[in-house]
């Protein structure tokens, strides 16, 4: 009986664990969301509001290109822009190091990609790749 007691707390903690993880990465990849869709207009306002969230200066024109032809795309076909975040790095693009990868549709088209870091629901994100689709 003692067995199963122990083996049931150590359960227990572990669904805790587990859960509180899930919980907190669900919080993060809503904050890389909310802030994503928030560039492309800031992007309109103030293009130079790049250079705070890369990690390099030579991915400014890539992501400028990227947020450019997202704005265009989705005026030219009257929608609203969509991104989709997922939680790790691009295989084809990333070397492990980005927390976040998120895509930018228009009409369930897939435009362009950023990949991220972002380890809280409060840290700012922080740009290392930007591509075209």
């Known amino acids: ?29 809503i904050h890389v969301q909310q802030e994503v869709v928030r560039l492309v207009p800031l992007f309109q306002l103030d293009p130079s509001c790049l250079s705070s969230i890369v990690e390099n200066a030579v991915l400014e024109p890539t992501l400028a290109n990227s947020l450019e032809m997202v704005y265009e795309k989705s005026i030219a076909l009257g929608k609203g822009v969509a991104v989709v975040v997922t939680s790790g790095d691009n295989e084809e693009y990333g070397d492990g190091t980005a927390t976040h990868v998120a ?9 362009a990609s950023l990949r991220i870091i972002c380890h809280s629901d409060t840290d700012p994100l922080l740009i290392t790749g930007a591509w075209i689709q």
């Open 1 to 29: 009986m003692r067995r199963w007691v122990g083996l049931g707390i150590i359960l227990l903690f572990a669904a805790g664990i587990s859960w509180w993880s899930a919980k907190e990465e669900s919080k993060v990849s």
């Open 103 to 111: 895509v930018f549709k228009v009409n369930k088209e897939e435009l």
